[in-house]
């Protein structure tokens, strides 16, 4: 349901209402449920509960475009996953824990959000959404670092990089229902996707075309890559930062 004036009387915190002022009512779903996450994460030692909300990445963008609205002490760690559970850095040795436990709240927050994901994911609020980075990567393929609260909504990259295909870092992109749902699939190569494909199925399907190549500031309207091959996709960016991989 919608967040309104009378039905949100009980949680009005300061910071609800800083959320509710500058977000549309996508991004500040996303944020209460980060929260949410971050609430009940378990703390680490010496950590109060006070400071462990006021480190928690909400890293999602106004309405006009500024700044996130709250840092993270949490920004330069990652989580490594495969078949959605935590490994080292070297993706053989075991943590014997799921990725969405090791994020603890800043990343993979959302019902199964990583669940059987291959990939690093940034402590940032990325692969935040019900479903939201399921099976990407997996099957033999591969997807690289997502980042910069990326991957951001319901199955917004789910089964990204599936089934043999490959798609590089994914950075400030990727935020929205089904953004990037099933993206480089099936084989073929996906370059970097930046400051890319944030839209309601913005990118959903975005297919392989025999051309490698990077997505920087594009396709950032819902549905304006959905089912389009890179090069097509290419084609919409500003040429000057999507140079060929």
């Not at 909300?53 to 990652?78: C, F």
């Not at 990725?99 to 959302?110: L, N």
């Not at 990204?160 to 992109?173: D, E, H, K, V, Y």
Request: hydrophobic share 30%; net charge neutral; charged share 20%.
């Amino acid at each position: 349901f919608r967040p309104t004036e009378d039905n949100n009387r009980s949680s009005k915190s300061p910071l609800s209402r800083i959320l509710k002022k500058t977000m549309n009512f996508s991004r500040y779903a996303l944020a209460v449920r980060l929260l949410a996450g971050a609430a009940a994460a378990p703390l680490r030692e010496g950590e109060s509960r006070a400071s462990h909300l006021r480190a928690v990445t909400v890293l999602l963008k106004t309405d006009d475009g500024a700044t996130p609205i709250v840092a993270s002490s949490q920004e330069e760690e990652y989580v490594y996953c495969k078949d959605g559970e935590a490994y080292e850095s070297d993706f053989t040795t075991s943590l014997g824990d799921t990725c969405a436990s090791k994020c603890a709240g800043y990343c993979c927050g959302g019902l199964e959000a990583c669940d059987f994901f291959t990939g690093t994911v940034k402590k940032d609020g990325s692969c935040t959404g019900e479903w939201a980075c399921r099976n990407a990567g997996r099957d033999g393929g591969s997807v690289g670092i997502i980042s910069g609260s990326s991957c951001g909504g319901k199955y917004a990259c789910f089964g990204a990089g599936r089934l043999g295909g490959s798609i590089g870092n994914i950075t400030n992109s990727c935020n929205g229902v089904r953004a990037c749902f099933g993206a480089g699939k099936y084989g073929g190569s996906i370059g970097d996707i930046t400051n890319s494909c944030n839209g309601y199925m913005a990118c959903f399907g975005l297919k392989y075309s025999g051309v490698d190549g990077n997505l920087d500031n594009c396709c950032n309207e819902d549905i304006s890559c959905h089912s389009k091959t890179l090069l097509e996709a290419r084609a919409t960016c500003d040429t000057a930062n999507n140079d060929k991989v």
